[in-house]
């Protein structure tokens, strides 16, 4: 495995470039009690730029509150 490839996977996979948030941010968030993505939003400051991200952060709620 190349240092690039080793780099990737110790880096956290970021969900809202804009904002820096990371899908493992997402997940502490809800395991701690946000359930709604406005809740999450207001958490985490993502999806308050672009807004593309919304979508898969609406879904990793979804994932991490099942």
Request: proline share 2%; glycine share 4%.
């Amino acid at each position: 495995m190349d240092q690039a490839a080793l780099n990737a996977l110790l880096r956290p996979r970021m969900v809202c470039i804009c904002r820096r948030v990371s899908e493992e941010r997402i997940r502490q968030v809800v395991e701690a009690g946000a359930s709604t993505f406005e809740r999450v939003q207001e958490l985490t400051d993502c999806s308050t730029n672009c807004g593309t991200c919304e979508l898969r952060v609406r879904e990793l709620i979804e994932k991490f509150r099942g």
